[in-house]
């Protein structure tokens, strides 16, 4: 991710703006977080590279906080969208809730 960004910048002679949706946010601010944090991203430059190419980070739905709320509809059995025809039958998905 890093390279790709480094060659957006270069492309594109600006800082980059990362924009996330989704599950995808908690991947940019893990990366984010990886470049300061982690000793492989501040052997890369951590806090002075962010500063350098990023402009932003755009979290757009992320689940910063969690989505406890889905979780039922995920396992619940019956006429549903969700993991449970795949992951469980429909006596196993009752038990569970």
């Not at 492309?11 to 977080?33: N, P, T």
């Not at 470049?35 to 755009?58: C, N, P, R, Y």
């Not at 979780?71 to 039958?89: H, K, M």
Request: hydrophobic letters at 45%; a negative charge; aromatic letters at 10%.
């Amino acid at each position: 991710m890093m390279t790709g960004l480094e060659k957006l910048h270069a492309s594109a002679g600006e800082k980059v703006v990362i924009a996330a949706h989704s599950m995808g946010c908690r991947v940019a601010h893990y990366f984010l977080l990886w470049v300061t944090e982690s000793e492989h991203g501040q052997a890369k430059g951590g806090k002075a590279w962010l500063d350098e190419h990023i402009h932003s980070f755009m979290p757009i739905a992320g689940p910063f906080l969690g989505a406890s709320s889905g979780t039922e509809q995920f396992l619940q059995p019956g006429n549903c969208s969700g993991l449970a025809p795949a992951v469980v039958n429909y006596t196993d998905g009752f038990a569970m809730i």
